[in-house]
């Protein structure tokens, strides 16, 4: 099936459709719909509708090297994971300020761990960097997937520091861009709100960054999506 790409950008520039998109978001997250689900045995929290396009865009770039920062579970690590089986290659580093004992422990023990290296600290210290950079080396395709301190500053380092790994065709994906579109009364006990949060640190990366361009086509098909701009094509 091909997909029709006029009539996905209609179902993006419907206000009314945007609207819904919008409503059911934040009128899921006080019931922690993320929450709901797991990933080959580990919770995954994530919408569901975002793990498909992140699996279509892993499918279609084929990494041998997926980074993402924020673990949690683990259930993105997994999730990662079985796409590049299924592909007979690649690996998947994951870093997280803390590591909690009991996730670590049923991470490793998970038959796709073969595939995956966490590392404890935090995403923009400089030796997090350095190790990261120093794994990068000689991979043909880098995907890399932000989604740990949603606060600007924190997200605009880390496209900063680690946007530059990333190859032509390739992507990187920002998650809870969403914050930016919902009502102050929605998230209250984080230090991140709008204004500040994952999309302003998009908009301000890409003033300065020609490489990459936000890829609409894919939020206009999710239509529910905690990554709206947050799907960066890398163009050249």
């Given at each position: 099936m091909?997909?029709d790409?006029?009539?996905i950008?209609?179902?993006?520039n419907?206000?009314?459709?945007k609207k819904?998109?919008i409503d059911?978001?934040?009128d899921?997250?006080?019931?922690k719909y993320s929450?709901?689900?797991t990933?080959?045995?580990?919770?995954?929290?994530?919408f569901p509708?975002d793990l498909?396009?992140?699996?279509?865009?892993i499918?279609?770039v084929?990494p041998d090297l997926?980074?993402e920062?924020?673990?949690?579970h683990?259930?993105?690590l997994?999730f990662?994971?079985?796409?590049?089986?299924l592909?007979?290659k690649g690996?998947v580093?994951?870093?997280?300020?803390e590591?909690r004992?009991h996730?670590?422990i049923?991470?490793e023990?998970h038959?796709?761990f073969?595939?995956?290296?966490?590392?404890?600290?935090?995403s923009?210290?400089?030796d997090?960097v350095?190790?990261i950079?120093?794994?990068?080396?000689?991979?043909?395709k880098v995907l890399?997937?932000?989604d740990?301190?949603?606060?600007h500053?924190?997200?605009?380092?880390?496209?900063?520091?680690?946007?530059?790994?990333?190859n032509?065709d390739?992507y990187v994906?920002?998650?809870?861009?969403?914050?930016e579109?919902l009502?102050?009364?929605?998230?209250?006990?984080?230090p991140?709100?709008?204004g500040?949060?994952?999309?302003?640190?998009?908009?301000e990366f890409?003033?300065?960054n020609?490489r990459f361009?936000i890829?609409k086509?894919?939020?206009?098909k999710?239509l529910?999506?905690?990554?709206?701009?947050?799907?960066?094509k890398?163009?050249?």
């Amino acid at each position: 099936m091909v997909l029709d790409k006029d009539l996905i950008e209609k179902l993006g520039n419907n206000l009314q459709l945007k609207k819904s998109a919008i409503d059911f978001i934040s009128d899921t997250i006080p019931y922690k719909y993320s929450y709901n689900f797991t990933w080959l045995g580990r919770p995954v929290i994530q919408f569901p509708q975002d793990l498909i396009a992140v699996q279509e865009i892993i499918w279609k770039v084929k990494p041998d090297l997926i980074i993402e920062t924020g673990i949690a579970h683990g259930g993105s690590l997994i999730f990662h994971a079985s796409i590049l089986e299924l592909l007979g290659k690649g690996e998947v580093v994951g870093i997280d300020i803390e590591i909690r004992k009991h996730n670590k422990i049923e991470i490793e023990k998970h038959p796709l761990f073969h595939r995956i290296t966490m590392i404890e600290g935090s995403s923009i210290d400089k030796d997090i960097v350095k190790q990261i950079h120093e794994l990068s080396k000689n991979k043909k395709k880098v995907l890399l997937v932000l989604d740990s301190n949603h606060t600007h500053e924190h997200v605009l380092q880390e496209l900063q520091l680690y946007s530059s790994l990333v190859n032509k065709d390739s992507y990187v994906i920002v998650f809870d861009t969403v914050v930016e579109d919902l009502p102050d009364s929605i998230v209250t006990d984080r230090p991140w709100s709008k204004g500040n949060n994952p999309k302003t640190a998009v908009w301000e990366f890409l003033k300065n960054n020609d490489r990459f361009k936000i890829d609409k086509e894919i939020e206009n098909k999710l239509l529910i999506t905690v990554a709206p701009d947050g799907y960066l094509k890398c163009v050249k």
